[in-house]
Each structure stands twice: as structure tokens, then as C-alpha cells.
């Protein structure tokens, strides 16, 4: 089975504009999660999806917005950029809801985000 | 509320001697616990899962992890480092809610 990936994997934005994020998650999970990865405060948990419902959301303001598919693909949205908002975005995909507790995520390879 | 806490932010050991990794976790419930690498410029890529089914458990390229509930204690172990093994270790508790929660990683060097 292909793994989950990401699109872009590379992305420089400027101050202020938007940016859209995509994630085709493992063929059959049906739960995608995406986390933030910084140097500062390393990895931290965005939102679920869980057939087209978010299901869980970390603590980010509410520039940061996502949506799940009928075909179970993400994107993630960031909007009015600022520069701490450069980092890793890692998207996770799982079979089930709440994947996180018993079963495995499997992570992507993250696209790069810099915000200059 | 569930925690984690990596004790080590950086490990160097020389290749073919022990690696050990130190993790201890707070949860309020019999918790779910993982390992994953992350090799530089690449996704996390799970090492090992505790789930309650053994205390010890093994995982992919020679690593295991003793879950200890009265230490709280879930150290990630490897018999012999490999320059392979050099890359960042995250050990990671799961929620009811399904998020994971990552510790703030342990960088590995390994030494020729």
C-alpha cells in the first residue's frame, strides 16, 4: 500500500497571505490528524478528521482551519500567515476515529512551511 | 491529563555499544505509549506501540521498551547502536480522544 503523502513538500509564503496544505491519507484509514512541528515547541496536535468531521482540536487560534473529503483527503488552510507559523505540518492517517489511543498513526513526510 | 517526559534531549553513544532512550509518562488511565524516529528531513515512523498486551515490547531494526506502571517508566533500549540508528526519538502517549501527545524528542548521535 502506498503511504500517506503530503503536497507540497516545500512552501515559502510571505506575511499575511494564505496558504492550503494537502493530505491523501493510507487507502482504506478513514481518520487523518494533523500536528505542527517546531523547534520551540516541537510536536503538537492540530485536529482530527474523521469522515468529513472535524473530531478533535488541539489548541490553535482559528487561522488555522482544515476539511476531510468524501475520499477521506485533507487540506489544512492557514490563513493571514505570521512567522511563527513556519514549521513541519506532519499529517497522520489511522483506520479508525481516535486512532491515537490504541492503534497506529502513520505520519507523512511532512510539508515545509517558511514564512517570511 | 496525560503527559510525557524524554529525560535526555541528546544521546551520543559509540556504534556497537547500548543504547538506552529515557521516557516517563502521567496518565489517568492505563495508557496507550509509542515510539517513533525521525530521520532528518523525513516523517515520523513508529519504532514500537504499548498497548497493555506485554510490558516488554519489540520493535523493527533491534529496539525494544519496558513499560514500568510503578516507575511510570517506558525507556526505549537497543543492544548494539548502528550509524543508522542517528535521528530523533519522540516517545508519545495516546489519548481516549485519539491525539497523540509527543514528548520533546531525544536527538541520538552514534560515534564510528
Known amino acids: 500500500k502506498a503511504g500517506v503523502t503530503q503536497t507540497p513538500r516545500y512552501l515559502i509564503k510571505t506575511r499575511g497571505q494564505q496558504v492550503t496544505l494537502s493530505c491523501s491519507p493510507i487507502?482504506?484509514?478513514?481518520?487523518v490528524s494533523w500536528y505542527q512541528q517546531t523547534p520551540g515547541q516541537g510536536l503538537q496536535f492540530l485536529f482530527e478528521?474523521?469522515?468529513?468531521?472535524?473530531?478533535n482540536k488541539g489548541n490553535f487560534p482559528g487561522r488555522f482551519s482544515g476539511r476531510q473529503f468524501s475520499n477521506s483527503r485533507s487540506e489544512m488552510n492557514v490563513s493571514t500567515l505570521e512567522l511563527g507559523d513556519s514549521a513541519l505540518y506532519l499529517c497522520?492517517?489511522?483506520?479508525?476515529?481516535?486512532?491515537?489511543?490504541?492503534?497506529?498513526?502513520?505520519f507523512g513526510p511532512g510539508t515545509r512551511l517558511l514564512v517570511l | 491529563a496525560q503527559s510525557v517526559t524524554q529525560l535526555d534531549s541528546h544521546v551520543s553513544v559509540s556504534e556497537g555499544t547500548p543504547v538506552l532512550l529515557r521516557c516517563n509518562y502521567s496518565?489517568?488511565?492505563?495508557?496507550?505509549l509509542f515510539w517513533y524516529v525521525q530521520h532528518p528531513n523525513k516523517g515520523l515512523q513508529l519504532l514500537l506501540k504499548?498497548?497493555?498486551?506485554?510490558?516488554l515490547v519489540k520493535g523493527i531494526n533491534g529496539f525494544e521498551a519496558e513499560f514500568k506502571k510503578s516507575e511510570t517508566s517506558f525507556h526505549l533500549t537497543k543492544p548494539s547502536a548502528h550509524m543508522s540508528d542517528a535521528a530523533e526519538y519522540f516517545c508519545?502517549?495516546?489519548?481516549?480522544?485519539?491525539?497523540?501527545?509527543f514528548g520533546q524528542g531525544t536527538e541520538l548521535s552514534v560515534k564510528p
Open positions: 497522520a492517517s489511522s483506520p479508525s476515529m481516535g486512532g491515537g489511543f490504541q492503534e497506529t498513526q502513520y
Open positions: 487507502s482504506g484509514h478513514r481518520s
Open positions: 478528521y474523521f469522515s468529513e468531521t472535524q473530531r
Open positions: 496518565s489517568s488511565y492505563s495508557p496507550s
Open positions: 504499548y498497548t497493555s498486551a506485554a510490558t
Open positions: 508519545v502517549v495516546g489519548t481516549l480522544k485519539g491525539k497523540l501527545i
